[in-house]
């Protein structure tokens, strides 16, 4: 008989957890353990496991996102936006939502299920019921409601939009998010040196000319302790980042990175930019198998354009991938039309969601879904051609 079991911490996951065949870091326990005892401040993670009999068959990750104005818009959101977005959230996602999948970082790193054991439609009623159960233990719990319910991140070719009955049971409706940007790796490219060769001229003299910006700047990886011993600076960098954004849904707790470091040792790197002495930059990527997932950066606002800080970071990601023989870096959303510049291409994102007042239904969501993530108009670069 199948039927689900929520866990409420990773020290409570069955030991079969680890055992699934999973090819995704993200859902493996070192990730899930870092990410529990560093969540943003207003982002629970929950554990669910659909099992047959005994058998764990499927796994999946809810997060419980508690909406703060002030988490929400940021320094530089414009103010119009922040009176109307106030309203919005006041009136509308006031309360919590539940994600089925990490709110942290882009892609479908919310669930897993065998399909020879148990078929998709099976499996998402699971989670359904799971959500319920949820749902009701936070309301008995905490006295808050679930206002949204939302599963994330699919590329157009996704299995998951087959169960077109469960959307319709459930009333989730399908929305068009943000491309996630994605570097394919050539095979013939046996060293960042071939990668270069590749570019046309017009892009192969931009690639020079920043690189030559950032001839002052050192690069150097660091070690957990580096974490530790930097971690005020690297932190501010972050917020230097995070708070540019204008709309954000979290802040990263000041910890992160530390837990990261010591829970996933050498699947997760950091390296730091220093001029002299100072730190005045850093990124981060997790390896994810064959790609090479780009995570958290963060740098110096007033340096960045001096030293065209991002394009070498975003050079250097790419260069890494491919001298350590991912086959892609995913580079996730955001900045379109730089990562497009480097050689990433845009790949197409959904996410299904529902507000759980029918009254307000779908309708106004989609305007927050819109105003909230918006699908912006740019201009793809192609460096090859």
């Known amino acids: 008989m199948t039927h689900f079991k929520l866990y409420h911490s990773t020290t409570d996951l069955p ?3 680890d055992n699934l065949p999973i090819q995704d870091t993200f859902l493996k326990t070192p990730f899930l353990k870092a990410l529990e005892s560093s969540s943003p401040a207003n982002i629970s993670t929950y554990f669910l496991g659909v099992f047959n009999s005994e058998d764990l068959v499927g796994i999946a990750i809810i997060q419980r996102v ?12 414009n103010p119009f936006f922040k009176r109307c977005g106030k309203m919005l959230i006041s009136k509308i996602v006031k309360g919590n939502a539940l994600i089925v999948g990490n709110l942290m970082h882009t892609g479908q790193h919310g669930m897993y299920f065998n399909s020879e054991s148990t078929s998709q439609d099976v499996f998402l009623d699971q989670i359904s019921q799971g959500l319920k159960t949820l749902s009701k233990t936070i309301k008995d719990e905490f006295g808050k409601k679930i206002r949204i319910i939302a599963f994330k991140d699919y ?19 399908k929305a068009q998010a943000q491309p996630n940007m994605i570097f394919d790796i050539k095979q013939e490219w046996s060293s960042p040196e071939d990668y270069i060769s590749n570019f046309n ?61 010591n829970e996933l040792k050498d699947n997760f790197k950091i390296y730091g930019y220093f001029l002299g002495e100072q730190l ?12 090479l997932e780009t995570y958290f950066l963060g740098y110096n606002q007033e340096l960045q354009h001096q030293h065209q800080m991002y394009l ?24 379109m039309e730089i990562k497009s510049s480097i050689g990433a291409k845009p790949y197409d994102m959904y996410i299904y969601l529902k507000h759980t007042n029918n009254i307000i239904a779908n309708t106004v969501l989609k305007l927050v879904v819109k105003y909230a993530n918006p699908v912006r108009d740019w201009d793809e670069r192609h460096p090859f051609s």
Request: proline share 0%; charged share 30%.
């Open 155 to 173: 590329f157009k070719n996704d299995s998951f939009h087959s169960s077109k009955g469960f959307f319709r049971k459930e009333k989730l409706y």
């Open 312 to 335: 070498n970071m975003l050079f250097d990601m790419a260069s890494f991938g491919i001298e350590q023989q991912f086959k892609q870096v995913v580079f996730a959303r955001t900045a």
């Open 280 to 291: 005045i930059g850093f990124y981060t990527v997790i390896k994810n198998y064959d790609k």
């Open 66 to 77: 508690e909406m703060y104005f002030d988490d929400v818009f940021r320094e530089t959101s």
């Open 201 to 261: 001229k017009k892009y192969r003299r931009r690639y020079k000319t920043a690189r030559k910006k950032s001839e002052s700047i050192e690069c150097k990886e660091f070690n957990l302790d580096d974490v530790s011993g930097f971690s005020e600076e690297i932190y501010e960098l972050y917020e230097n980042v995070s708070n540019n954004a204008g709309v954000n849904s979290f802040k990263l707790h000041k910890n992160h990175f530390y837990q990261l470091k």
């Open 15 to 17: 030991q079969s957890w």
